[in-house]
């Protein structure tokens, strides 16, 4: 099966990059969302991105526009029913997923596949939600998508080897690593690394060191880009608890409980970097410890 125009569900950051990715890769992309004040931010963000590469001298004018010509905008699931791939892309939602699984499953043509970027839901799940369970699979892509070289594939029970196939050329094509995983809690990345960001948490509740320490240890002493709190923050809070949440539930382990702490981070409304607080204080425009709590 050739595939020759996607669709991603969903405009935000994770969204738009990969809409970006698969236009740089001379993808037809179509980039929906069920607000149109969202779909107009991603692609303007797309723009910005590929704006500063011209600037750099990194990417030619001609580039941007003809990857910015490949990306439309869409406001209606109607939009998917040409479509040969579709890429879901919203909140770690899995009711809200399967509800436009199911519809876009009525929408879309026989023979186009439907891949969800969840990070932590099992896909098996999600692929319960539409008839064409043999072309339903997980296409976990990290964030930030333009930068993050890796792409998971995730089998659920019933996806077709020629699904599996077909998705691995076109993440390929996209400049991706793949690897194939089996439909476990968390995959392959966030299961190891969700096991060590808690093992920084226990360090932390314990009195082992400082958040700033660890961070600084682990990159240091691991080699890490960022530290565990430092990615957490990058990542989102919410993110990382709905993630821990979904791996406690699955395996029953106690070393994937979700950290009280961090519980507590999250139910304040401090998620990370998107809302200027989480393990670090970024209201000042960079990165500082924080004052106003005692962890």
């Not at 890769?25 to 929906?32: C, H, I, W």
């Not at 599996?164 to 190891?192: C, L, S, Y």
Request: charged share 25%; hydrophobic share 45%.
């Amino acid at each position: 099966m050739a595939v020759n125009k996607i669709m991603v569900i969903g405009a935000g950051f994770m969204g738009a990059g990969i809409a970006q990715v698969g236009a740089q890769a001379g993808y037809e992309m179509v980039l929906y969302d069920i607000a149109p004040a969202a779909v107009d931010k991603g692609i303007a963000g797309v723009k910005k991105l590929l704006a500063k590469k011209v600037d750099k001298g990194s990417l030619t004018q001609e580039a941007l526009d003809a990857t910015m010509s490949l990306i439309k905008p869409s406001t209606s699931l109607d939009d998917a029913a040409d479509v040969d791939l579709i890429i879901e892309a919203v909140y770690e939602n899995a009711e809200l997923k399967k509800d436009i699984f199911s519809k876009l499953d009525a929408i879309c043509k026989p023979e186009c596949i439907l891949a969800t970027n969840t990070s932590s839901i099992p896909i098996t799940s999600l692929a319960a939600a539409v008839k064409r369970q043999d072309k339903f699979i997980g296409m976990h892509f990290f964030s930030p998508v333009p930068v993050m070289k890796l792409c998971e594939l995730i089998r659920a029970i019933k996806t077709s080897d020629e699904t599996i196939e077909v998705v691995a050329e076109v993440a390929q094509k996209m400049g991706k690593v793949t690897v194939v995983a089996k439909d476990v809690p968390g995959f392959i990345v966030n299961r190891i690394n969700s096991a060590m960001r808690c093992e920084a948490y226990k360090c932390l509740e314990e009195g082992v060191a400082t958040v700033e320490d660890i961070d600084k240890a682990m990159k240091n002493g691991a080699n890490l880009p960022m530290g565990p709190f430092e990615l957490a923050d990058f990542v989102g809070l919410d993110v990382n608890f709905s993630v821990l949440s979904t791996l406690y539930a699955g395996y029953k382990d106690p070393k994937f409980a979700p950290n009280l702490t961090l519980e507590k981070l999250v139910t304040s409304g401090d998620l990370g970097r998107k809302t200027g607080k989480g393990w670090y204080d970024y209201t000042s425009g960079e990165k500082k410890p924080r004052t106003d709590v005692k962890f």
